[in-house]
């Protein structure tokens, strides 16, 4: 089946340590998301790519990083981790293509639980 | 900017019963797409159902409905017969269609946990 990938699952790092999540999709689809999500809240988008053009929140901090070298991949660089960064990271696509109903339908994956100790 | 508000942290159903989550908007956009989102326990994230702005006629997939009103900018959720693997946290979701673009920011709600009762 088609699908939005992510590894690994659970992720410890620590403070200050560099990270990275990995998101890979067999969607074939144009465009890939990263959320942040923190206990009981509500996905906040960090950031997207529509093919290789990035395209950054005002409001992720710089500490996020983000790199996508084919359609299929997409990695989530976290430089310098606080322990305000743990949180569920998911990552989604969608087709991003002709204005129809399912092209702006984002699938998600099942997500990285980031703990940083 | 676009809000969504979903006024109902939690909600509890017996199995086979009907609920409805409400969820209300704030945008100036004309044009847009909203989405039902469900996240059970510890697992992925799915879409429950889609809403495109400009049809009237309300989106229904299986047991699941939406009450639209875009004058109101409300967008309901109906739940009907009630099973235990809908227990979830339940977002309603917002998503401007500017200028035709077909991909973008998704505005969440703060979620509303359902819990089915057996």
Redesign the interface.
């Known amino acids: 089946d088609a699908m939005v990938i992510q590894n690994p699952r659970y992720q410890v790092t620590q403070f200050g340590k560099p990270v990275t999540l990995s998101c890979s999709q067999t969607l074939n689809h144009?465009?890939m998301y990263w959320y942040q999500q923190k206990s009981?809240?509500?996905?906040k988008?960090l950031f997207?790519y529509?093919d290789k053009d990035f395209n950054n929140?005002a409001d992720t901090p710089d500490n996020f990083q983000s790199r996508r070298p084919n359609t299929s991949f997409c990695f989530l660089d976290i430089r310098s981790p606080g322990l305000g960064d743990a949180a569920m990271y998911?990552c989604a696509t969608?087709?991003?293509?002709?204005?129809?109903?399912?092209?702006?339908?984002?699938?998600?994956?099942?997500?990285t639980r980031l703990t940083v100790t | 900017a676009q809000t969504v508000t979903q006024s109902q942290p939690e909600m509890s159903v017996q199995e086979a019963e009907t609920v409805t989550l409400s969820c209300t908007y704030d945008t100036s956009e004309s044009n847009y797409y909203l989405f039902w989102y469900k996240q059970p326990p510890s697992r992925q994230m799915i879409l429950v159902i889609r809403q495109e702005a400009y049809k009237q006629q309300n989106a229904t997939e299986n047991r699941f409905s939406v009450n639209f009103q875009k004058a109101a900018k409300s967008f309901s959720l109906k739940i009907s017969d009630s099973q235990l693997g809908d227990t979830a946290m339940y977002f309603c979701a917002f998503l401007p269609n500017a200028g035709g673009t077909s991909y973008g920011k998704l505005t969440f709600g703060q979620g509303t946990i359902l819990t089915v009762h057996p």
């Open positions: 144009n465009v009981s809240q509500a996905p988008l997207h529509y929140e998911l969608s087709r991003g293509l002709a204005p129809e109903g399912d092209a702006y339908e984002q699938y998600f994956g099942p997500g």
